[in-house]
């Protein structure tokens, strides 16, 4: 059986001296060529476990357990060095707005070269006609005159596939996409996860993608982990996710996502609640304080992962009774 690429064990990443726990135990694989969604509300751990993954978060201020490897190397135990060619030149990452993580100061052509050339022996001419390459390839417009362009210059849409063509530019095997549509209109947003889709065919790209829409995760990805208060409650295919979901926070963001059993006018069925405050988390299930099906159990220990199907597992203990309240996938898409 062929290595994982990513793999995670227990990974907990907590900040304030360990006060709040972030990220509370989270195992997760990836395989080559496959591409994994994490969903949940804003909060729930989903961005901290995405930057873990390259280091990103302030190591003073960061605490992390667990471990950590892609493609065999172990990510909490590079060195400075190692870790400068780890990151871009095996995995990569697209940031939520490119608009702050472009520089402003140099042209998106400039920023390219530069990344080529930090990483491989390359000279400037051939670094550019890689940039060039790649502007085509993620579809921008009149590319070579792009290529000079600041980014202030460029639309949102055009802006983010410059920022996908700069994660590219190193050739990764692994990319992380940090809510990579958040910012930009529907239309834009579908052309952006086409083109994901598309690269991570024709590239064999691994990717792990982070978002709080459903709909875009189930565009995207083989499987859907989904996140909350830094545990992964609900995990299995897009398509178990969607047709047979069996935690109630997973039921709870479908139904409150517009959708086909809907009319004209009717109100969305919100989750109620907030999340819980991360330095001060209830006992049991997190999820408890929210949840319609809550029972004094509940709030006894924390509900270890149950199979519910082949690859398919949820952190509840009523599993058989969170059947009856999901949607069905005609409810879901009006047919």
Do not use: W
Request: proline fraction near 7%; glycine fraction near 8%; include cysteine.
């Amino acid at each position: 059986m062929t290595a994982p690429l990513v793999s995670i064990r227990g990974l907990k990443v907590a900040f304030a001296n360990g006060a709040v726990r972030a990220v509370d135990g989270v195992d997760l694989d990836l395989a080559r060529g496959e591409v994994v969604a994490l969903i949940g509300e804003s909060g729930s751990g989903k961005s901290v476990t995405l930057r873990s993954l390259l280091r990103l978060n302030p190591e003073r201020r960061t605490q992390i357990e667990g471990a950590m490897s892609v493609d065999g190397r172990d990510v909490l135990a590079m060195g400075r060095r190692e870790l400068a060619q780890y990151r871009g030149g095996v995995a990569s990452m697209i940031f939520q707005e490119p608009l702050l993580a472009l520089d402003p100061v140099y042209t998106l052509g400039q920023q390219i070269v530069e990344s080529i050339r930090r990483h491989e022996s390359v000279g400037a001419a051939e670094a550019r006609a890689r940039a060039l390459a790649l502007f085509e390839r993620v579809r921008i417009p009149s590319p070579e005159r792009r290529l000079d362009s600041y980014p202030h210059e460029m639309s949102g849409g055009m802006r983010q596939r410059a920022m996908i063509a700069l994660a590219l530019a190193c050739r990764p095997k692994l990319l992380l996409a940090d809510e990579p549509t958040t910012a930009l209109d529907a239309t834009v947003q579908i052309q952006i996860l086409l083109l994901l889709r598309e690269l991570q065919r024709d590239l064999g790209l691994s990717i792990i993608f982070v978002t709080h829409d459903i709909g875009a995760a189930v565009e995207v990805a083989d499987r859907i982990l989904v996140m909350y208060a830094g545990r992964i409650v609900e995990e299995g295919s897009a398509r178990d996710l969607i047709r047979t979901p069996r935690h109630p926070y997973t039921i709870g963001l479908l139904k409150s996502r517009a959708h086909g059993a809907l009319s004209k006018g009717s109100r969305l069925e919100a989750i109620p609640g907030s999340p819980p405050d991360l330095a001060n988390l209830p006992p049991g299930c997190t999820f408890a304080p929210r949840c319609p099906l809550v029972i004094e159990a509940c709030q006894a220990e924390r509900p270890p992962p149950i199979p519910v199907g082949p690859g398919h597992r949820a952190r509840c203990i009523r599993v058989n009774e969170a059947a009856a309240i999901a949607p069905t996938a005609e409810e879901l898409l009006g047919v």
